[in-house]
């Protein structure tokens, strides 16, 4: 008996790419979807859920704890669930611990969130001017873009605070511009590839600008990957806000997580607590962007999303 190859029927062929670019004007099905993946990612709710209570906290931080965190309100030292005063203790000052824990938490979501604002705004600008009209305009920009990525982020943001006061705006400002080049170079590679998509040639072909293309047809596609790392860039944020503090270099008239470790470091073995509850406070933060990050990945990325 024969088998005769040409009478066997063709595989259909898998291909693994990104996900289909919508015009500004159409409905893009795949963002909704996105969206419920994202909800039935048990890991992603359980970040959100944390971070949505850290925000909680700091937002209603003057009603749980009012007055200045700052000021001496039970004895110095006292353990946690000892006092009603300080129900997480206080430190060698008298201080409140917990109030220092709820306003350090707007300190440091602010910082994040502010920074991210300003990287995002500089990384997107920069990214779709390079990938939009390529050319001699894309080398300038990646050469600088380069240039900012030759130097480490935290040594950049020292020296920015140095030279400047060491306050909540100046810091805000310096990891704004030392995290936007991460942002630029996806946006950039976002745009080279998206700019010859048909719906672009379209929009040429009506006559629209190159603002109007970039800002209503390609940008709101290239907004996926930014999303998921827009959640990395806060992280970092507090991190380096949090070893700022840490060093003496945070804003002396704002209680900040890093500063609460730096001061109980010194009665590490005494009074641990001092430095364990603000560095928990950090980790949970972290973990909890990190898990939404994750989630937000796992739902917009089309290579992921039927896999898992």
């Known amino acids: 008996m024969k088998l005769s190859l040409t009478r ?5 062929f898998l291909r693994l790419s990104r996900a289909q670019p919508v015009p500004a004007s159409g409905q893009p099905r795949g963002l909704s979807e996105s969206w419920q993946a994202f909800l039935r990612n048990p890991s992603g709710l359980a970040g959100l859920f944390i971070l949505l209570a850290i925000v909680a906290i700091a937002a209603f931080a003057n009603v749980l704890f009012p007055g200045d965190p700052l ?3 039970a004895e ?3 353990w946690p669930f000892t006092s009603a005063e300080a129900p997480l203790g206080s430190d060698s000052l008298g201080r409140n611990v917990a109030a220092g824990l709820a306003h350090g938490a707007r300190v440091s979501l602010a910082v994040g969130a502010v920074a991210a604002v300003i990287s995002l705004i500089i990384g997107i600008t920069v990214g779709a001017t390079a990938g939009y009209f390529g050319g001699r305009i894309d080398d300038i920009l990646v050469r600088i873009t380069e240039l900012f990525q030759t130097v480490p982020t935290f040594l950049f943001v020292i020296v920015i605070v140095a030279i400047g006061q060491p306050s909540i705006g100046v810091i805000v ?4 511009l030392a995290a936007w080049p991460v942002i630029a170079r996806l946006v950039r590679a976002e745009f080279r590839w998206l700019r010859e998509s048909e719906f672009v040639q379209a929009a040429r072909s009506q006559g629209f600008s190159d603002l109007r293309i970039i800002f209503q047809e390609i940008l709101p596609n290239a907004l996926p990957p930014v999303i998921v790392t827009t959640s990395v860039l806060v992280a970092s944020a507090i991190l380096i806000e949090s070893a700022l503090s840490f060093l ?7 209680v900040s997580w890093g500063s609460m470790i730096g001061e109980g470091r010194e009665l590490l073995r005494t009074a641990w607590y001092l430095t364990a509850l603000p560095g928990l406070a950090i980790v949970l933060s972290v973990l909890a962007l990190n898990l939404v990050g994750d989630a937000l990945n796992d739902a917009f990325n089309p290579r992921l999303r039927g896999t898992r």
């Open 8 to 12: 066997l029927p063709r595989l259909p």
């Open 173 to 176: 400002l310096a990891i704004g």
């Open 76 to 78: 110095p030292l006292l």
């Open 248 to 254: 003496g270099m945070g804003d002396p008239n704002q």
């Open 71 to 73: 000021d001496m309100v």
